[in-house]
């Protein structure tokens, strides 16, 4: 079972919805209308269009943009599947601020808070992911969700996602088999 860890950005989805749903409707009002063949080719093509662009939509709502399931917390940072990373090799949740790239506004750049997971340098394959710019980066081990497309952010979200965190790490630390040291082994043979 997937476990939401943090949603996208529901207001502006279903913002964003209203008017495909829109050209959906307008769509469908020209064809049950009838008309000349033009009428019912601009119909269709606003029908189609405003599904597509709905469908889209409501799935960009569905899909989070931090989930764990089978050990693996999921990034969705890009179309497709998402990035899963190994819930050990994820280390800590903290706030940052960086572009929001949206249009910039009265000739300034817009900035938003951010989410920034910091992955383990002991996994060097996960230091750097190609992701989609708009919704975020993934650099140097850091994962950075731009704030504009996640739920609102907040201190009592990062602690919630950090204790999470903690207790997934113990339960697989305390699940894993004990590691037997060269040393231990020269010491138990009597070397």
């Known amino acids: 079972m997937v476990e939401v860890w943090l949603h996208a950005n529901r207001r502006v989805l279903i913002l964003a919805l209203v008017p495909a749903l829109g050209l959906a409707l307008v769509g469908t009002a020209l064809l049950s209308a009838g008309g000349s063949s033009v009428v019912c080719g601009v119909a269709w093509a606003m029908l189609g269009v405003g599904v597509v662009l709905s469908i889209g939509l409501i799935g960009q709502l569905r899909r989070p943009r931090i989930a764990f399931q089978n050990g693996e917390v999921s990034f969705n940072l ?3 599947k998402p990035v899963a990373v190994p819930v050990e090799c994820v280390e800590a949740f903290f706030l940052g601020q960086g572009p929001a790239n949206l249009p910039h506004v009265g000739g300034k750049r817009a900035e ?5 997971a910091r992955l383990s340098q002991k996994a ?10 708009a919704l975020g980066a993934w650099c140097e081990g850091y994962v950075t969700i731009r704030g504009t497309w ?5 201190g009592e979200l990062i602690r919630r996602l950090n204790r999470r965190l903690r207790e997934l790490r113990e339960s697989t ?7 037997v040291t060269a040393g231990a082994n020269l010491a138990e043979s009597g070397h």
Do not use: F, H, I, S
């Open 78 to 80: 890009r179309a497709g």
């Open 112 to 116: 938003t808070v951010n989410l920034v």
């Open 124 to 133: 060097p394959e996960w230091a750097k992911v190609a992701v989609k710019p």
């Open 150 to 154: 996640c739920e609102p952010l907040d």
């Open 173 to 179: 630390a305390a699940t894993a088999p004990p590691t």
